[in-house]
């Protein structure tokens, strides 16, 4: 119970800063209320004591402390004066405000197991999920219409000292990074749109029509959706229509339901001559510029350790929206670095392609393994019929955090014995470099640790490479 009090005091540093905030004033203002609800349940607590179930409450509180503090980081860059500087960071960090709110949604339900029956329902009321995501929506859409007044102001007045210091301290790199992120901020509308049926005629291919990417049931071809570029899948398979369809729509309500900033998202959905005896099923996607995450690692880009951090907070609310899902037990199944997808501001986004194994039906299906033996966790790798589940699931990223540490190949040129070796017989890691952010170090090796107990979870993954990404802000 030492834990109370200080999130009380927390929760109350965190309320002064909402109010001085000068962006992203709603969802500031939003993140404070849900954190007032919680405090009460926090006092409640204190005085009635930890309920039924004293160890999964006493955990909760744990994590709504790192919870807390880490949405303290998240709020104090909100408060910057520096007019270029301040947008800058509002764009890049609003979008951490959902994986914030999914995190005090997780610590509601587990507190309000302490509550009585009527307080409970108070809170639930609070949290309930399609109301939160209303509210977050209105929140972001008058949030990002203040940021655009500041954009179109910081245009129309002359440079202030501020804003010369902040721009003469980026390299040219830098800037057209948050070009191309103010870029899209202009242009979120289209994401923000609910997924709707797209007339054929308002599409356009790549011409030449050659696909980027070719699997067994599909191909990726680059095209235009309403002056935007896009990315259009088709499915190839040769299957009976309605078989299509079926795979079609599974897909489709699969992406549907993983709606974030760091899940690739679909536009809407197309069938061209759907009456003909060959109709063509296309999903309308986001276009990541860059490609994949091993083709930006491969290349020549400039990937200093604060971007390499933020990459990985990136890819690491990806992996977190998946796992908190509404099915509560949805993994990928599949996390390598091909997998996560890279925007021109160097957003990574995970792939929404696979998004719709669960782990009970990775376990039925014993035979096939997600990953490839370098992304296999050791208990994977030592009995093929260990259920897949989310320790495995942060295992494989951890190598993929590895990856963008070291931006090498995973057991390169090692074959799958030598792995076996390594991993499971000598329990070592392949080695970070020395210039690693030790806290970043610190990360990558807990979601490699060889046992699943000691790597963390995908809530705090997410807190921990925050901090890490601000601690190197602050450099």
Not at 166 to 182: G, P, Q
Not at 326 to 335: D, I, L, N, P, T
């Amino acid at each position: 119970m030492d834990v109370i009090d200080p999130i009380i005091t927390i929760a109350e540093k965190l309320h002064a800063m909402c109010k001085e905030v000068k962006a992203n004033k709603e969802r500031c203002k939003r993140l404070d209320q849900r954190v007032a609800a919680l405090v009460h349940v926090v006092k409640i607590v204190k005085v009635h004591g930890l309920g039924p179930d004293p160890e999964s409450v006493k955990k909760s509180l744990h994590d709504l402390k790192r919870t807390l503090m880490s949405a303290q980081h998240v709020v104090k860059n909100f408060l910057s004066t520096g007019c270029l500087k301040r947008i800058w960071k509002a764009f890049k960090l609003s979008e951490e405000f959902e994986s914030l709110n999914m995190e005090l949604n997780d610590a509601a339900q587990v507190l309000s197991l302490a509550l009585q029956i009527d307080q409970r329902q108070r809170l639930e009321n609070i949290f309930q999920e399609v109301r939160c995501m209303k509210e977050d929506a209105e929140d972001r859409e008058v949030d990002d219409l203040d940021l655009e007044k500041l954009l179109e102001s910081l245009e129309e007045m002359k440079e202030s000292v501020d804003a010369v210091h902040d721009i003469a301290k980026s390299t040219s790199e830098d800037v057209k990074d948050i070009k191309a992120s103010l870029e899209s901020l202009r242009k979120s509308s289209i994401q923000q749109k609910d997924i709707r049926e797209i007339e054929p005629d308002k599409l356009s291919y790549s011409i030449p029509m050659i696909p980027i990417v070719k699997s067994t049931t599909s191909e990726l071809f680059k095209g235009e959706y309403n002056k935007f570029t896009v990315a259009i899948k088709r499915f190839t398979c040769q299957s009976s229509p309605d078989e299509i369809r079926r795979i079609f729509t599974k897909e489709v309500e699969t992406m549907r339901r993983f709606e974030s900033p760091n899940v690739l998202r679909m536009f809407g959905i197309c069938v061209e001559d759907e009456r003909g005896p060959s109709p063509n099923y296309l999903i309308v996607m986001e276009f990541c510029e860059k490609g994949s995450l091993r083709q930006v690692l491969d290349g020549q880009s400039r990937l200093p350790w604060d971007r390499r951090a933020r990459m990985s907070l990136d890819a690491a609310q990806g992996i977190y929206r998946l796992h908190q899902s509404e099915a509560k037990f949805k993994v990928h199944g599949c996390v390598s670095s091909s997998k996560f997808l890279v925007d021109a501001g160097y957003r990574v986004k995970l792939g929404g392609f696979e998004l719709a194994k669960t782990e009970t039906s990775l376990k039925n299906n014993k035979d096939k393994k997600g990953s490839s033996i370098i992304y296999c966790s050791p208990q994977q790798i030592e009995n093929v019929n260990h259920p897949y589940d989310k320790n495995c699931e942060i295992y494989s990223f951890g190598i993929v955090l590895w990856e963008i540490a070291t931006r090498q190949i995973p057991f390169k040129g090692c074959k799958s014995r030598e792995i076996d070796q390594k991993v499971c017989k000598e329990r070592s890691m392949e080695p970070l470099p020395a210039d690693c952010p030790r806290n970043l170090k610190d990360v990558i090796n807990a979601c490699r640790a060889y046992e699943p107990f000691y790597r963390p979870s995908a809530g705090a993954l997410v807190d921990k490479l925050r901090d890490v990404v601000q601690e190197l802000d602050n450099d």
